[in-house]
């Protein structure tokens, strides 16, 4: 059966031009990108006015779980780069970081829980083990990284670990471990949400591979975002340690703006809920992409980290804006599985790929 389109309407019998606009859409002849006309009216209804997926169950829940979790990771690596390669003064860094760090993954489980229903669906994942299943390896993740996270702030409390030897902390083959095994698992949790959307059936989120990396990129901005307002708000911060974390988490935005940017590219029209201000437009727009990213970059190249105020009130926004990051993604699926055309158009391109 070919299909085709007609106001926004799947009509049987009528194979699609090679370049036409389909709800003021435009995509090209090769399916790659997107024109310029991109909010739609309306949803295309599958067989007898029923989508061909079935919409996402996920809410809140899960975009705000999604944030805690990179904001608990990001705050880690941050943590521990300044713990492993820093010298005495980075150490309200990397205490700020872990303690950051801990609270953040603290309430990943709340709201997974509430996600699932009842507690004993939780504690059902921990019963059994499978590589293949990317949320069985996220939540063993999350309970090896809450290891982690909690170990390293205790460490982080203990008063001997200001002892100087040739200039730097006095660091025990155990901490230097946790925080090692630490990192890796929180690049794994800052990464993985974004994968368990990629191996969906939902266009939005399948369309790309790029979801994981840019996700890591927003975590690690976020969570020197979180370090670096701990610090101003503690009265812990100095010009050093300030411009150290801006550069960094200037280097983490620019990578999520890559990210952000080559994700859409590969989306092309599936993308069209998070254009469209009737559905994710604003959130997506005007939040993660222009509050949380254009915002702290041109403060930063603008300002420099010499103001205090710019830079906490930078911060803040990157933090707003990754939350809108996720909150996009997840609240645009639902729009994406509800659009039979889509579907269509989706499957075809990925049968056409794997020829």
Not at 132 to 145: R, T
Not at 300 to 318: D, F, I, K, Q
Not at 331 to 338: I, K, L, N, Q, T
Request: aromatic share 10%.
């Amino acid at each position: 059966m070919d299909f085709s389109t007609s106001h926004g309407r799947v009509i049987p019998g009528q194979p699609p031009g090679p370049a036409e606009k389909v709800d003021g859409f435009t995509e090209p002849k090769d399916g790659q990108g997107a024109g310029p006309n991109l909010p739609i009216e309306d949803i295309s209804p599958g067989y007898y006015g029923l989508p061909v997926l079935k919409t996402p169950v996920w809410r809140w829940e899960v975009w705000a779980y999604f944030f805690l979790g990179g904001l608990a990771a990001g705050s880690f690596v941050v943590a521990s780069l300044a713990r492993l390669f820093g010298d005495v003064d980075d150490r309200p860094i990397w205490r700020t970081g872990y303690l950051i760090s801990l609270l953040a993954v603290l309430g990943c489980p709340p709201f997974l829980i509430k996600d699932l229903g009842r507690p004993a669906r939780f504690l059902n994942m921990l019963r059994i083990f499978k590589p293949q299943s990317p949320m069985s390896l996220g939540v063993w993740g999350l309970l090896g990284f809450s290891g982690c996270a909690l170990g390293q702030a205790l460490i982080s409390l203990r008063a001997d670990v200001d002892v100087v030897e040739v200039g730097r902390p006095r660091r025990g083959s155990l901490s230097r471990g946790v925080a090692a095994l630490g990192t890796v698992l929180g690049l794994f949790l800052g990464s993985y949400t974004g994968v368990l959307l990629s191996v969906t059936s939902v266009p939005l989120w399948s369309r790309s591979r790029l979801l994981g990396p840019t996700f890591l990129a927003s975590a690690l901005s976020s969570g020197t975002a979180a370090v670096s307002l701990g610090l101003l708000v503690s009265g812990q911060t100095t010009p050093k340690r300030e411009a150290a974390l801006d550069r960094f988490k200037l280097v983490t935005l620019i990578a999520e703006a890559i990210g952000l940017t080559l994700f859409l590219r590969e989306t092309g029209r599936a993308a069209r809920p998070l254009f469209s201000f009737q559905q994710m437009g604003r959130s997506f727009l005007l939040g993660a992409v222009g509050l949380g990213v254009g915002v702290p970059i041109f403060s930063r190249l603008l300002a420099g980290s010499s103001c205090r105020l710019v830079s906490g009130l930078s911060a803040v926004a990157t933090l707003i804006g990754s939350l809108l990051l996720r909150r996009s993604i997840v609240e645009a699926g639902h729009w994406s599985a509800e659009d039979a055309e889509m579907t269509f158009w989706h499957t075809d391109r990925a049968k056409r790929g794997a020829r």
